[in-house]
């Protein structure tokens, strides 16, 4: 368990929004096709503090991606709101948008495809201190060999070397290097070790963890695999169909998982703790479209527990005595009833 002190909240998003527009254009608005909506993310609210790392896990397609690209306002929010130090960055432009990208960074997968293999390594770090018109050459170059420090790539082995010359692990040192070359407070990393060999996928997730702690940056970390966010994070938070469903401090949500759905994805780890007895529970079906999700409980068709409350009403959050928020009905009828509507603190 990672054991360090946690600063003030750097990001947090409320009731956030974000429907993707999938009418077929003209011939579909000129047949009367009624409009089809995505809806990726359905009402997300979360936190990130400073030195704190978020593991944000779920199914494909539930919404993870789309909720790290628009908590850096990659894509605009549909609805809700984004603030980042306590200031709404929702709807800001121009100049406003453009400072706060230099401090919200992102890492994508794919180490291969993200680096320009024309550029040489000095010049992939450096090129966000350009574009965002920082520094001279001399200050540039500092600020070039400091971060690829950070991630243990020596600026004299690497600065003239090409993508090419790099294995998968180094091309997203390289990768997260330049995300930090403009002093970022907020890096969502997305998946950034599922394409890389095993042996290295270690290191990076090194790298990530001692970045959070020793630079105090906030990390939304995302993964299809909870072990790696069992190695790295403070908190989790269990994504189904657009909404979180689960949320809490690691530990708790990984030994006590309550939804019944965090309870199948924990069961899909190899259990290698003695003290961790875990029961059985399988998870069959396919999770229902975003474009058409059900009216109660997201998760009532996959559930051994449903019963006609689920299938009518979705369920609020509620907060557990050791504090994990759950979207569950049983958490509302059976134990410890403590409703957001009480203006509680439900966000991670
Ligand atoms: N640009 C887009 N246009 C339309 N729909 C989109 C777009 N981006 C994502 N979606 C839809 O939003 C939903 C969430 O997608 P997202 O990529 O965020 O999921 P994910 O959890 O990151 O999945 P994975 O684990 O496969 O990366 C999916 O149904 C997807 O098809
Ligand atoms: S609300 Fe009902 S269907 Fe949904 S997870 Fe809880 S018990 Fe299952
Ligand atoms: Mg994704």
Avoid: W
């Amino acid at each position: 368990m990672r054991k360090h002190k946690l600063g003030d909240t750097v990001v947090q998003a409320k009731d956030l929004k974000k429907h993707f527009n999938l009418s077929g254009g003209i011939i579909a608005a000129l047949t009367g096709q009624p409009a089809r909506v995505a809806k990726a993310l359905d009402g997300i609210d979360i936190s990130i503090r400073s030195g704190e790392v978020v593991g944000l896990v779920g199914e494909s397609g539930c919404g993870k991606s789309t909720l790290g690209m628009t908590l850096v306002r990659m894509h605009e929010p549909s609805a809700g709101d984004i603030q980042f130090k306590g200031e709404s960055i929702t709807e800001i432009k121009g100049n406003e948008l453009k400072s706060f990208r230099s401090k919200a960074q992102i890492i994508f997968q794919d180490p291969y495809s993200s680096l320009n293999p024309r550029l040489t390594i000095g010049e992939i770090v450096e090129e966000p201190l350009k574009i965002h018109r920082k520094g001279d050459p001399v200050s540039r170059r500092e600020k070039v060999r400091e971060a690829l420090t950070h991630v243990r790539l020596p600026v004299e082995d690497y600065e003239h070397r090409y993508p090419a010359d790099l294995s998968g692990g180094q091309r997203q040192r390289v990768a997260i290097a330049r995300a930090l070359v403009l002093d970022p407070e907020f890096i969502v990393a997305d998946e950034p070790v599922s394409m890389l060999d095993v042996s290295v996928q270690a290191g990076v997730l090194q790298i990530l963890d001692e970045l959070s702690q020793d630079l105090g940056l906030a990390v939304l970390y995302i993964s299809h695999d909870i072990a790696t966010v069992g190695y790295i994070c403070d908190k989790i938070a269990v994504m189904y169909l657009g909404r979180v469903v689960e949320m809490g401090a690691v530990q708790d949500v990984m030994r006590r998982p309550k939804h019944p759905y965090t309870q199948a994805l924990m069961q899909a780890i190899p259990n290698t703790d003695p003290l961790v007895n875990r029961e059985r529970v399988v998870l069959e079906g396919d999770v229902p479209s975003p474009i058409d999700t059900p009216r109660g409980c997201r998760f009532a068709s996959r559930c051994m527990h449903v019963d006609p409350l689920c299938e009518a009403q979705e369920p609020d959050l509620y907060l557990a005595a050791d504090d994990c928020a759950v979207r569950c009905h049983l958490f509302d009828l059976l134990a410890h009833r403590r409703p957001n509507s009480e203006g509680e603190q439900l966000a991670v």
